[in-house]
């Protein structure tokens, strides 16, 4: 699933904790200067508003993310 980053603006994977808290991952992420997906995000690089993400996990818990 695709998604395009708005709260979690400034907040990187770590504070983030979305394994322990939804069983959601972040497979790859893609700033508003990059031309392709980056697989395997840094955990400590922040998210920037406009990134798109690509999350893997339950369809449910995806939805319910306010990314």
Known sequence: ??????AWAGK???QLDLRSNSGVLVAA???QSDEEYRFVPEPDR?????????????REAILTLKV
């Open 46 to 58: 922040p998210f920037s508003k406009g990134d798109k993400v690509v999350l893997i996990g339950k």
């Open 1 to 6: 699933q695709e998604a395009t980053v708005d």
């Open 12 to 14: 990187n994977l770590i």
């Open 29 to 31: 992420v893609r700033t």
